[in-house]
């Protein structure tokens, strides 16, 4: 009889679970813009304003990079999912570098930026709510003053209400940070860990927002030159709760769990990304 009873439940609770397909918004979106300003006078509107942004979708993606560079300025970003429960895995990179402007006198400013966020769904299979605790790790440096900062928040929402339009409330969790440089040519090491405890309910489903953005600036006035950088990764993992009762929303392109050696080569390669634009 209690077998019974308890295997009704098992079933009960597997009926209210969403399926992957439910989970529409999950995946990796970049976007970013770099801009070259030129002006005839301190602090004057621009005599000539070059601008160029682009953007990856993504939804529904494994994993997504994308870059854009602009004369002396460049960013780039990277998503994907990683380890055992494919968190979020993030990188970004601004960078912008300014030269004495062609003619005496000028003004050069140069800004770019980069945003991704990566998009992960879960079911949690449990028959009993349950406390979870997640880990989020940022390691980041920034060369230059206040104008070059980095930003990097998760959020938890219910899947069953969640509105992209309305990304405030119901919440069930969130937690961010923001760091900005010290000065022109001091170099600021970032290294935070945000620890993040919700509660789950038996079937329930959420999606795990993570975003990282990075905004590098420079400005420069006859022949003063400056060099300012950022590069940064966001990692995401399950510290506690009974993980083994989620199920992701994507785990790969043919839902196949990755070997940890081409774990390490993808983020070996996303972090690749940033070295490499740092060195030119």
């Known amino acids: 009889m209690f077998r019974l009873f308890f295997a009704g439940a098992a079933l009960a609770a597997l009926a209210v679970l969403p399926s992957r397909a439910d989970f529409l918004l999950a995946g990796v979106e970049i976007d970013g813009y770099v801009s070259e300003c030129t002006t005839g006078a301190p602090y004057t509107s621009c005599v000539k304003d070059d601008v160029i942004s682009n953007s990856t979708p993504g939804t529904g993606q494994f994993g997504a990079t994308n870059s854009l560079s602009l004369g002396s300025g460049s960013y780039d970003a990277g998503g994907a999912f990683a380890g055992y429960l494919y968190e979020p895995y993030l990188t970004a990179f601004a960078g912008a570098g300014s030269d004495p402007a062609a003619e005496q006198g000028y003004y050069l400013w140069t800004d770019a930026s980069g945003h991704v966020r990566v998009i992960q769904g879960y079911t949690y299979g449990g028959l009993v709510p349950a406390m979870f605790q997640v880990q989020t790790d940022l390691e980041a440096s920034i060369v230059g003053d206040a104008l070059n900062q980095v930003f990097a928040n998760i959020s938890i929402f219910d899947a069953a209400t969640y509105d992209p339009t309305q990304e405030i409330l119901p919440l069930l969790a969130f ?48 022949h003063e030159e400056t060099e300012v950088d950022a590069e940064h990764t966001l990692r995401v993992n399950f510290v506690g709760g009974p ?29 690749g990304l940033a070295w490499t634009r740092r060195r030119h």
């Open 175 to 222: 937690d961010g940070v923001s760091k900005a440089g010290l000065g022109t040519d001091q170099l600021r090491t970032v290294s935070e860990t945000l620890l993040l405890d919700f509660e789950l309910q038996p079937g329930q489903a959420i999606y795990m927002i993570v975003d990282l953005s990075v905004t590098a600036a420079s400005r420069s006035f006859k």
């Open 243 to 271: 993980t083994d009762l989620l199920t992701p929303a994507i785990t790969g392109p043919n839902a196949a769990v990755p070997e940890p050696s081409a774990l390490l080569l993808f983020g070996a390669g996303l972090l």
